[in-house]
């Protein structure tokens, strides 16, 4: 399954040295994080940034998309629609990096609400370390499996806010902890009075976090 959406060539105009997959949130498209590109490309003028839109149409929406779904659905049967995401998910960067003839390292995976719980899924997962994951009011899913599904601990920022009533504030504390205890290493934010989203600071926080770890 191929995916298509939106991308940011490196400002700089020369070949990317780096790549930043963005994953879009439930009910939203690749149009909606490839605004975080534009934010982020000034300091990253070697980095390619692309915002696929999700494989599956949206269940509680005729226009958006979604990586999967759980609205009336059991958990084994959410858990089998995460992990075909995740091997779109996965296909997908092994394609980008083929294209732009980067390894593994010069990949950062960032994502909102249900794309930051791909990146994570996903990135964790991965033979080769990705550069870096970045998280925006996400969590982790299933963290009593990770022990088991875990083979790479590329650097982790999440950033959630206080005040969000989609995805409670309580899993950024329950991301770390489940993180730390399989030893990635993981960094932390949360945002005082921010709902669903994200602001300035954390604009802010993921650029430099991408910085550092894209090199």
Not at 16 to 43: C, K, M, Q
Not at 93 to 120: H, I, N, R, V
């Amino acid at each position: 399954m191929e995916l298509t959406g939106p991308r940011l060539e490196p400002v700089g105009g020369g070949p990317a040295t780096s790549a930043v997959l963005l994953l879009h949130g439930y009910g939203a498209d690749g149009n909606d994080l490839i605004g975080l590109a534009a934010e982020w490309a000034p300091a990253l003028p070697d980095t390619l940034f692309y915002s696929p839109h999700a494989p599956f149409p949206c269940e509680a929406s005729p226009f958006g998309r979604q990586w999967f779904g759980f609205q009336d659905k059991p958990r084994h049967l959410v858990a089998v629609e995460v992990a075909t995401a995740a091997r779109v998910i996965d296909q997908a960067t092994d394609a980008l990096l083929k294209e732009l003839s980067l390894p593994p390292g010069k990949l950062a995976l960032a994502g909102f609400s249900q794309g930051a719980m791909m990146s994570l899924h996903v990135g964790l997962r991965r033979g080769e370390a990705v550069a870096g994951i970045l998280g925006y009011s996400g969590l982790l899913m299933a963290p009593e499996l990770l022990g088991a599904h875990l083979k790479s601990k590329p650097p982790v920022l999440l950033i959630h806010g206080d005040a969000d009533t989609v995805v409670p504030s309580a899993s950024l504390g329950e991301a770390e902890a489940a993180l730390k205890r399989h030893g990635v290493p993981v960094e932390t934010a949360m945002r005082p009075g921010l709902a669903h989203g994200i602001d300035p600071h954390g604009l802010a926080l993921g650029q430099k976090f991408l910085r550092r770890v894209l090199k």
